[in-house]
């Protein structure tokens, strides 16, 4: 069964602090996803890995994959308030004429001013 | 331009009855997916449109479940009848192609009582 794990389940973090979040998969994929969603909004999407050694970078968030190893982290630089939210990592699977999203189980984050 | 939008927010009805949800992509998204969080799990992926047609409906729990998209436009899914198992959210998310970028719906958040 293909399984995506993501690490902690839930993180509370103090301003200023940094941390990072962490999603391994069980399958070979061409794409990971990280989103994010606010509570009763859309999953926004923040990133999505291409290859190995991809690492993209938006403000306070840093993401980077390993296909390798089949693992993707999410790095927070310097936390803040506004980036509380639940994220997730995603890997998407491809079958014949078919594409799905594999999900993690989501990391919610809190920060502490 | 709107993003993808569902109806209704949130839906309580009582274990034995029927539901129906509402998902309206993006304007020329052929491709439709519904998925589901169930309480403190991963979201999981339940099917996927091309257009009218089931492409992937390999997600979809039981019988008791029905989706739908005539004319390629809106779709519906149908719990029928819905037991307790079956609250959670349910997303539906659009893309214009395969392997493009999904984009999601805030969810439908079903509890069945």
């Known amino acids: 069964e293909l399984k995506v794990e993501q690490n902690p389940l839930f993180l509370s973090m103090q301003e200023g602090k940094n941390y990072t979040i962490y999603c391994n998969y069980s399958?070979?994929?061409?794409?990971l996803y990280w989103y994010r969603q606010d509570p009763g909004k859309s999953l926004e999407s923040l990133f999505v890995?291409?290859?190995?050694?991809a690492v993209k970078q938006e403000g306070r968030l840093m993401a980077s994959l390993d296909t390798k190893a089949r693992l993707s982290t999410l790095h927070i630089t310097a936390a803040v308030h506004d980036l509380s939210a639940t994220y997730f990592c995603?890997?998407?699977?491809?079958?014949?004429?078919?594409?799905?999203?594999?999900f993690g189980t989501g990391t919610l984050l809190a920060v502490q001013p | 331009e709107a993003g993808v939008t569902q109806f209704p927010s949130h839906s309580v009805i009582e274990k034995g009855q029927t539901v129906t949800l509402r998902c309206d992509p993006i304007s020329g998204h052929d491709n439709l997916y519904w998925y589901r969080r169930v309480m403190g799990k991963e979201i999981k992926f339940l099917l996927h449109?091309?257009?009218?047609?089931?492409?992937?409906e390999s997600g979809m729990p039981n019988n008791r479940f029905l989706a739908e998209r005539t004319g390629g436009t809106y779709s519906t899914l149908k719990v029928q009848p819905a037991e307790l198992e079956d609250s959670g959210v349910y997303f539906c998310?659009?893309?214009?192609?395969?392997?493009?970028?999904?984009?999601f719906g805030p969810g439908t958040r079903l509890t069945v009582l």
């Open positions: 449109f091309v257009k009218e047609s089931k492409q992937d």
């Open positions: 998310a659009s893309s214009q192609y395969q392997g493009g970028p999904s984009f």
């Open positions: 399958t070979t994929s061409d794409r």
């Open positions: 995603a890997v998407e699977i491809y079958g014949g004429a078919t594409n799905k999203l594999i």
């Open positions: 890995l291409l290859s190995n050694g």
